[in-house]
């Protein structure tokens, strides 16, 4: 076939299973495929997924017997691959793509509300996925009751009024309005958190907080936290604005 111009996308699924004997030239069948016009799901190509099906199950059911249940390093791993490779073969739909899920949900500890297929749609390699945030309404007014507008009200309660050197006496901005809002789910950056989180939580059980070791930052008395994930106060989670 010659060489293949391929995109950065396909560049990443081609390196990914360099080596991996079938999956590798599968991929690069795909590829071809794809930059011909053709997909799947047309007359000529679907003779080909109940075979990729097949091996999609092959490859779960390998990765079931070798993932535990608890991960402690890399044994996660199994799993993302039979995911990724369910993802690059076309056959997220299948059943035991479901229970794969559901087993690398719980090993990883991820929350139940993230979207581990668009994870593996977007980003399989890292596990990342980005989500805007519903109901800005473009920027000019969040709608009552979405998280956009819990977020524009907990930016109503907590901005302050900074006069810095450069404004010189001059107008400085009132109110701050959401214009956009991204959710980010990164598993790499997610299971960090929690191991660092369970840590702090290990340090406070064996010595307790006293004094001004105790912080309540003016975001958690916002009555916006109603409509925003609950938080672990035992080890003083918060909602905080970062910015530059």
Known sequence: TGKMALDEDDFKRVNFFAGAGPMETTVRLLTLLEQAGST?????C???QPVFDEAARKRIAWAHKT?????TGSEHRPLHYALFCAHVLRALSLFEVDQAIRKYRE????????DI????DQNGCRMLAKKPLRGTM???APVPGTEAYFLQQLLDETFKEVYTRDRRGGQV??????VAATYIQNELNWVEYVKRREEIRAEIHAEPLTGTELCRPTTMDSAALKGLDSLDQEVQEAWMWHGT
């Not at 090993?107 to 993230?114: A, D, M, Q, S, T």
């Not at 297929?117 to 593996?120: F, R, S, W």
């Open 40 to 44: 799947m799901k047309s007359s000529t």
């Open 46 to 48: 679907r003779v080909l």
């Open 173 to 178: 901005p009132q109110r701050l309005v959401l």
């Open 117 to 120: 297929l668009a994870m593996i």
């Open 138 to 140: 473009m920027g000019v």
């Open 67 to 71: 993932a535990p249940s608890n991960s």
């Open 107 to 114: 090993i990883r500890g991820l929350p139940k509300e993230w």
